[in-house]
Each structure stands twice: as structure tokens, then as C-alpha cells.
């Protein structure tokens, strides 16, 4: 008999740069008892169709219960506190599987800032809903983690910037969404020359938003907010074309193989060197230093 890890398996270690996350594969029918949330959990499920029996207590201790049909493509949300009595499942299928999002404050924390955590979604959970938007996020963040993250730390924080606004912009608690405004305004110049020295200086690594915000001293939400309105692209478009540009000058010189120039550019590999390249270009390196 196979084991169900209840939790799932962690699908990300400490070198991964957006949010934790988890994967589990469940059997056909089963059962699993006391699943405790310490942090607001996303899941989304694909396999075959479940019926599915939850007991649960909600955010205030009453408990309750519910039963509904999940298919693939659904998710559920799991605020902070809820408690999991038992969750019984059956399908006529091969099973499903699962992979879960966590927002811990500690990882809230780091991309929006000390103090700026968002509120809890709400107080209750929700089961078998369809979400499109969130379904794109969490299988954008879910393959960046297969593939080894090969667009990088500031697509990664990127990524999970972007689903943390949306999910606590949709579920927050009525009247606590949205509490921290954005403010207007653009980097001061010379917080943007600062910025520029910084990613000319370290374009070989694999910088993130963190690192960028950090340099500038905001919170990567806020920060990201900035630098588009001042630079008109997004951090991750920026870090790509300064990439590119470094590829061109080094390309220059026929003596660099194009390998050692996809690395010391920042990028992962040279086959991510000649996508990218190719698709900001049109040409692939190779043509290109050929001219």
C-alpha cells in the first residue's frame, strides 16, 4: 500500500527565490486526518474527478462540514489557522494530484516588505473553485521549478509578487484588501544611477528583485511599482536587455566561445542565451557575430 505524505513533498529547497511549494500524488480513495494550516495554502488539482467529504473548523473555531465534486483545474484555499479535522476522497479514476502554494509571513515578508503583510484571506476556506488567472500563476511558478529555474530569481519573485497581489486583492478579507495604497512617483535619479551601477556589476548573477529593491532600500512590491513607471519596463525585461547588450559587446571578440559568454552574462545555459537572444534580436548569436 502506498504511503499518503498528507502534506505533499516540497517541490522547492532554500536556493528556490519565490514562494514554497509542494507536491502530492494521491491514490484512487482514501483518508487523511488533522491537517493543521499554519500559512494561507493555495492548491491546484488536476486527475481525475473526486467526491469529496471535508470536516473542518474555520478561523473562529466552528466547526463544520462539506462535501462537493472537484475535477481538474480546481483549487482550494486555505487560510492561515483553519483546521482540517478529515478529508475522505473517491474517484473511478487513477487518482489526482496536487500542488500547493504556501505564503508564510516570512516569505510575505521578504516581497512586500517588513511590516506590510497582507491580511488573511478569508476566514473560512474555499473548495473546488475555478480561478484561470491563478491557475496560469501557479503553473508558471511550478515549471520555473521543474526546468531549475531557468529565467532566474527576478522572474521567479516576479511571478510570485504578482500572485500574492492578485490572491490577496480577490480573497483578502472584505474591507482589509488593498490596505497599503501604491504610491505614486518614480526613483530619484540618483537612486536609479545607483541601480544601474549595481546591475551592470553583477549582470553575470542571478540577481533577483529582493537584491534590486534591496540596493534602493524599498519593498520589492513597492519597488517594482517604481521602477516601471520610471524605466517603462518591468525588472526582468530590464536585467534581459541589459543581458543582451553585454552578449553583443562580447560577441564582438570571435575568441569568447558563446558558452562562456552566455554565462557571464547571466544566463543559465547557452541554449537560454540563443532563446532569449533570438527572440529580442531575431537572429541567433551565431548569425549575429557572424554579421
Same mark, same amino acid.
Given at each position: 500500500m502506498a504511503v499518503i505524505h498528507k502534506y505533499g513533498l516540497p517541490l522547492t529547497d532554500s536556493d528556490w527565490s519565490g514562494l514554497p511549494m509542494r507536491v502530492g500524488h494521491f491514490p484512487a480513495a482514501g483518508t487523511i486526518e488533522d491537517l493543521r494550516c499554519p500559512s494561507d495554502t493555495l492548491l491546484l488539482?488536476? +486527475?481525475?474527478?473526486?467526491?469529496?467529504?471535508?470536516?473542518?473548523?474555520?478561523?473562529?473555531?466552528?466547526?463544520?462540514?462539506?462535501?462537493?465534486?472537484?475535477?481538474?483545474?480546481?483549487?482550494?484555499?486555505?487560510?492561515?489557522?483553519?483546521?482540517?479535522?478529515?478529508?475522505?476522497?473517491?474517484?473511478?479514476?487513477?487518482?489526482? /494530484?496536487?500542488?500547493?502554494?504556501?505564503?508564510?509571513?516570512? /516569505?510575505?515578508?521578504?516581497?512586500?516588505?517588513?511590516?506590510?503583510?497582507p491580511p488573511a484571506v478569508h476566514a473560512g476556506p474555499r473548495f473546488a473553485f475555478r480561478d484561470p488567472h491563478a491557475v496560469d500563476l501557479v503553473s508558471r511558478l511550478q515549471a520555473q521549478v521543474v526546468a531549475g529555474n531557468p529565467l532566474g530569481a527576478a522572474y521567479a519573485q516576479g511571478l510570485s509578487l504578482t500572485l500574492v497581489s492578485y490572491l490577496y486583492a480577490t480573497y483578502a478579507q472584505q474591507g482589509q484588501a488593498n490596505r497599503v495604497p501604491p504610491e505614486a512617483g518614480q526613483l530619484p535619479r540618483l537612486q536609479s544611477e545607483a541601480l544601474m551601477v549595481f546591475v551592470e556589476d553583477f549582470l553575470g548573477r542571478d540577481i533577483g528583485l529582493v537584491d534590486m529593491a534591496a540596493v534602493v532600500g524599498y519593498s520589492p512590491d513597492h519597488f517594482a511599482r517604481l521602477f516601471r513607471r520610471t524605466f517603462r519596463i518591468s525588472p526582468h525585461q530590464y536585467l534581459l536587455a541589459r543581458r543582451i547588450e553585454?552578449?553583443?559587446?562580447?560577441?564582438?571578440?570571435? +575568441?569568447?566561445?558563446?558558452a562562456v559568454i552566455a554565462i557571464a552574462c547571466g544566463f543559465s545555459s547557452q541554449s537560454h542565451l540563443n532563446a532569449v537572444f533570438k527572440r529580442q534580436t531575431g537572429v541567433t548569436p551565431g548569425r549575429y557575430r557572424k554579421g
Open positions: 488539482w488536476t +486527475g481525475a474527478p473526486s467526491r469529496v467529504e471535508i470536516s473542518y473548523a474555520d478561523g473562529d473555531g466552528k466547526k463544520r462540514d462539506t462535501r462537493f465534486e472537484r475535477e481538474g483545474g480546481m483549487m482550494d484555499l486555505l487560510p492561515r489557522g483553519v483546521s482540517i479535522e478529515r478529508v475522505r476522497w473517491q474517484n473511478d479514476g487513477a487518482g489526482s /494530484s496536487c500542488v500547493s502554494v504556501n505564503f508564510p509571513l516570512g /516569505s510575505l515578508a521578504q516581497l512586500l516588505g517588513e511590516g506590510d503583510a553585454r552578449a553583443k559587446a562580447m560577441l564582438r571578440d570571435r +575568441g569568447l566561445p558563446i
